[in-house]
Antibody
Framework: EVQVVESGGGLVQPGGSLRLSCTAS????????MSWVRQAPGKGLEWVAT????????FHVDSVKGRFTISRDDAKNSLYLQMNSLRVEDTAIYYC???????WGQGTPVAVSS | QAGLTQPPSVSKDLRQTATLTCTGN????????AVWLQQHRGHPPKLLSY???NRPSGISERFSASTSGSTASLTITGLQPEDEADYYC???????????FGGGTRLTVL
C-alpha cells in the first residue's frame, strides 16, 4: 500500500524558515516524480514544486522561486521542501503527492503569522 | 502561472448524472491530458482519474473521464450523497513546466 506522510509544519513568524519532510513507502520512490501542493484556508489547490525522479531537475511556482527549494533523498525515501522568507500568504496545508498526483498524504499545516 | 478553468459549482439531483468540465490549452490538457481529484471537506484530495482517462483501482465505475481537444470532462453517473465534494482537475504544462490546477468545482447533490 502506497503511503506518504508529511511532517515539519508549524507556526512561524513572517520572514522565518521551515523545512517540510515527506516520507514515502509502498512504491519505488526513486522512480517517481514527486510534488508539493498547498491549499490555503478555504481556497483551492495550488501546485508549489516538483522534482524529477533523479533529482536532475526541479520546478517551482513563480510565487515561491528564490524562497522555497524542493529536494529528495532516495536513500531515505524522503522528499523535502525548504521554505525561507516565509510570508503570511504562504499559510496553507502542504501536501506531498506522488508521480502524476496519484497518491497524497494527509498534509502538514503551515501558519505564518506575527 | 495561469490555471485551468472549471465552473465554480454544479448542482444535480440524486441519481442523476453530472458532467464537470476543465478547460486548458494545447500545452497542458490538450497535450498531456488531465487528472481529476475529489476532495471532501477536511480531507486530502483523492485521485479519480489519471492520464489517458484511466481510473485507479478502487474508484467506482460511476466516475469516468474523457478529453476532447483542450477540454477534459468528468462524468459521474447515479449521483449519491457521498459524491458531494469539491472536484479539481490538474495537468502538466509542457511549456510552463508546471502543474496547473483548476479552481475546483463544488458539486452539490440535491
Amino acid at each position: 500500500e502506497v503511503q506518504v506522510v508529511e511532517s515539519g509544519g508549524g507556526l512561524v513568524q513572517p520572514g522565518g524558515s521551515l523545512r517540510l519532510s515527506c516520507t514515502a513507502s509502498g512504491f519505488t520512490f526513486s522512480n517517481s516524480w514527486m510534488s508539493w501542493v498547498r491549499q490555503a484556508p478555504g481556497k483551492g489547490l495550488e501546485w508549489v514544486a516538483t522534482i524529477k525522479q533523479d533529482g536532475s531537475e526541479t520546478f517551482h511556482v513563480d510565487s515561491v522561486k528564490g524562497r522555497f527549494t524542493i529536494s529528495r533523498d532516495d536513500a531515505k525515501n524522503s522528499l523535502y521542501l525548504q521554505m525561507n522568507s516565509l510570508r503570511v500568504e504562504d499559510t496553507a496545508i502542504y501536501y506531498c503527492a506522488t508521480d502524476t498526483m496519484t497518491n497524497w498524504g494527509q498534509g502538514t499545516p503551515v501558519a505564518v503569522s506575527s | 502561472q495561469a490555471g485551468l478553468t472549471q465552473p465554480p459549482s454544479v448542482s444535480k439531483d440524486l441519481r442523476q448524472t453530472a458532467t464537470l468540465t476543465c478547460t486548458g490549452n494545447f500545452n497542458n490538457v490538450g497535450n498531456q491530458g488531465a487528472v481529476w481529484l475529489q476532495q471532501h471537506r477536511g480531507h486530502p484530495p483523492k485521485l479519480l482519474s489519471y492520464r489517458n482517462n484511466n481510473r485507479p483501482s478502487g474508484i467506482s465505475e460511476r466516475f469516468s473521464a474523457s478529453t476532447s481537444g483542450s477540454t477534459a470532462s468528468l462524468t459521474i453517473t447515479g449521483l449519491q450523497p457521498e459524491d458531494e465534494a469539491d472536484y479539481y482537475c490538474s495537468a502538466w504544462d509542457t511549456i510552463l513546466r508546471a502543474w496547473l490546477f483548476g479552481g475546483g468545482t463544488r458539486l452539490t447533490v440535491l
